[in-house]
């Protein structure tokens, strides 16, 4: 599937974590943040994304606790990083129950 489709479909069909923390972005987006959901980028599909800031938001599942999923994680964010992101990962336990510490840290990166 190419990737532009394959990210429309994901926007389709986002985790209830993403969604929640989609939620809280549109409301960083109001305040000067613009960030993307499911953007294609590179040969790859990022959760969310802010260009302006250049900050890319990660949230993971247990799946990336993998040894090869954390190792093609370390790659991606390796990647990305020498492009010049910050990259930023949340654990869904840290969505659903820590919300408040999860936008502060995005809020600090935005600074």
Do not use: C
């Amino acid at each position: 599937m190419e990737l532009r489709a394959k990210a429309r479909q994901l926007r389709k069909s986002m985790t209830h974590e993403e969604v929640k923390l989609w939620l809280q972005l549109k409301f960083l987006n109001k305040r000067g943040a613009h960030f993307r959901r499911q953007v294609p980028l590179d040969g790859y599909i990022l959760d969310f994304a802010d260009f302006k800031f250049r900050i890319i938001i990660e949230v993971d599942g247990s799946q990336h606790s993998e040894p090869e999923a954390e190792q093609r994680d370390r790659y991606r964010d390796r990647h990305f990083e020498a492009a010049g992101f910050r990259i930023l990962r949340f654990w869904n336990f840290q969505i659903n129950r820590e919300m408040d510490g999860v936008i502060g840290a995005i809020e600090n990166a935005l600074k």
